[in-house]
């Protein structure tokens, strides 16, 4: 029985698996049109389409005349640039995490929706992987020990769901994101340590946006990250609130005790 013939979004899934597994490495130029067809069982009109919004996108660059070739490295590093530039921004200016916060928001629900619907049994694997290590960190690590073993973990957690999203612009991005994510988590387990059920949670948290993808479910692993993220920022903004009281305290006592000195 013939194979039904692939999608134009199914052959647009595969030539980015195939880039993010590293078949097609950046500046590969892409397979002669006949063969990628024969090799996919797609036909030449579809799998032209599927190269045309890959190109839309900036996964590959047509030349006339010349092929189709995966983007080159130098034309995704300027990216990766800017992002470490604002790694210090993420360190050490108060508020930074809320924009930080922000684009995770914007980004990381599609991600795991999409690493739903797309992972294989070797993506799977990764983020199980992934998922014990840094839930095993999270629990183990004393609170005032500083977290930059789990909040790496935690990157490479987020990072192995990117991956099995199997979408290359996607993955460029949350490659470029590496350095300010790390930095932004190190922040906020630094703070969050200080409520001891939080660490729990968060391992939680983890596991029910893998299970989600494990079971396909995309619209629950959407929701379970998205509520994830929710989470960590209203607990930062507890932890915000509370600092900011405390200061007020502060400043107050520093002002009362003067005068009862006069006084005396």
């Not at 990764?126 to 909040?151: E, F, M, Y």
């Not at 596991?207 to 989470?231: K, W």
């Not at 502060?250 to 005396?264: D, F, R, T, V």
């Amino acid at each position: 029985m013939r194979k039904p013939e692939l999608s134009t979004p199914d052959l647009t899934a595969r030539i980015e698996a195939m880039i993010i597994a590293g078949s097609l490495a950046p500046g590969d130029r892409l397979p002669a049109e006949r063969q990628l067809a024969a090799e996919m069982g797609a036909s030449r009109s579809k799998l032209r389409e599927a190269i045309k919004q890959l190109a839309s996108r900036g996964v590959v660059i047509s030349r006339q005349g010349g092929g189709t070739y995966v983007a080159a490295p130098e034309e995704v590093e300027p990216v990766r640039a800017v992002f470490q530039s604002l790694a210090p921004l993420a360190r050490n200016e108060a508020g930074y995490w809320r924009d930080v916060m922000e684009i995770r928001k914007s980004l990381e629900g599609d991600v795991a929706a999409f690493a739903a619907m797309r992972a294989d049994a070797e993506d799977i694997a990764r983020i199980s992987t992934a998922c014990d290590a840094v839930g095993k960190a999270l629990l183990a690590t004393d609170p005032q020990d500083a977290p930059l073993t789990p909040a790496k973990l935690d990157v490479r957690f987020h990072m192995a769901i990117a991956q099995a999203a199997k979408n290359a612009v996607l993955y460029q991005i949350m490659t470029g994101l590496e350095t300010l994510l790390a930095s932004s988590m190190a922040d906020s387990l630094t703070h969050l340590y200080r409520l001891r059920a939080v660490p729990a949670q968060l391992d939680a948290q983890h596991r029910r946006i893998m299970s989600a993808i494990t079971a396909g479910q995309p619209d629950d692993a959407r929701t379970a990250a998205i509520e994830h993220l929710l989470f960590v920022e209203s607990q930062l903004e507890n932890i915000e609130r509370d600092a900011a009281r405390q200061k007020r305290s502060s400043h107050a006592l520093q002002h009362i005790n003067p005068m009862k000195e006069k006084q005396s």
